[in-house]
């Protein structure tokens, strides 16, 4: 069965410094991998996705993604945190008829 | 395009009460789902339809009830309410009939069940 770890539940990082948030994720065939985030009050946006190809993924808002076969990861990275980045960020992996989420990192960012 | 709409926002239920929450996407969509979320759970999936007169049971689907006559309309029926059912629910729908498309949500219905 899919399965996907967020083992961080809430991350504090300081404006201008660089993030990484942390996804595992359990599944028997090549995945399909997503990371969303959702502003306060908001639905969810997706910001990247992996299917296959090169292994560092682009996204908006200056996101980007690796996956790691070996380490069944999928991190989310920004080099320079923004004050407008905080949110709860979602890893998910997208099987057939349904996509399975992780708990969710709550991103607080300090001035 | 408004993309995904549910409507309404905000619902206040007493327990053993019955309402649907209604969502709708103009986008074309083959694929609907209804999802919930509660903290430290990540959203959990209710049920989905890969098309009209489709439909099937996700994660949680006990409590609720879907249909799907049309392409753009998905409405959730909570037959009895319960205070388990005090969620944030989100609609989505994606352009592909697998889990593997982009979804696209709608903002959410936040439902308490007093």
């Known amino acids: 069965a899919q399965s996907v770890t967020q083992p961080d539940i809430h991350i504090t990082v300081s404006e201008g410094a660089s993030l990484e948030l942390r996804c595992n994720y359990s599944?028997?065939?090549?995945?399909?991998l997503f990371w969303y985030v959702q502003s306060p009050g908001q639905g969810l946006q997706l910001l990247l996705k992996y299917f296959s190809g090169d292994t560092l993924v682009q996204g908006i808002k200056g996101f980007e993604a690796e996956f790691k076969r070996s380490q069944s990861s999928f991190n989310l990275r920004k080099p320079s945190v923004h004050w407008s980045d905080a949110a709860e960020y979602f890893c998910?992996?997208?099987?057939?008829?349904?996509?399975?989420f992780g708990a969710g990192t709550i991103l607080r960012v300090k001035s | 395009n408004a993309g995904v709409t549910q409507t309404p926002k905000f619902q206040v239920l007493k327990t053993g009460q019955s309402m649907t929450l209604q969502c709708a996407q103009d986008?074309?969509?083959?694929?609907m789902s209804w999802y919930r979320q509660d903290p430290g759970m990540g959203l959990r999936l209710i049920h989905y339809s890969v098309g009209a007169g489709i439909t099937d049971q996700g994660e949680v689907p006990n409590g609720y009830n879907v249909s799907r006559s049309t392409t753009e309309d998905f409405p959730l029926r909570l037959l009895s309410a319960a205070p388990s059912q005090t969620s944030v629910y989100f609609c989505?729908?994606?352009?592909?009939?697998?889990?593997?498309?982009?979804?696209?949500f709608g903002p959410g219905t936040r439902l308490t069940v007093l």
């Open positions: 998910a992996v997208g099987g057939q008829y349904k996509l399975v």
């Open positions: 599944y028997g065939a090549t995945p399909y």
């Open positions: 986008m074309n969509h083959e694929y």
């Open positions: 989505a729908s994606s352009p592909g009939v697998t889990g593997t498309d982009t979804q696209y």
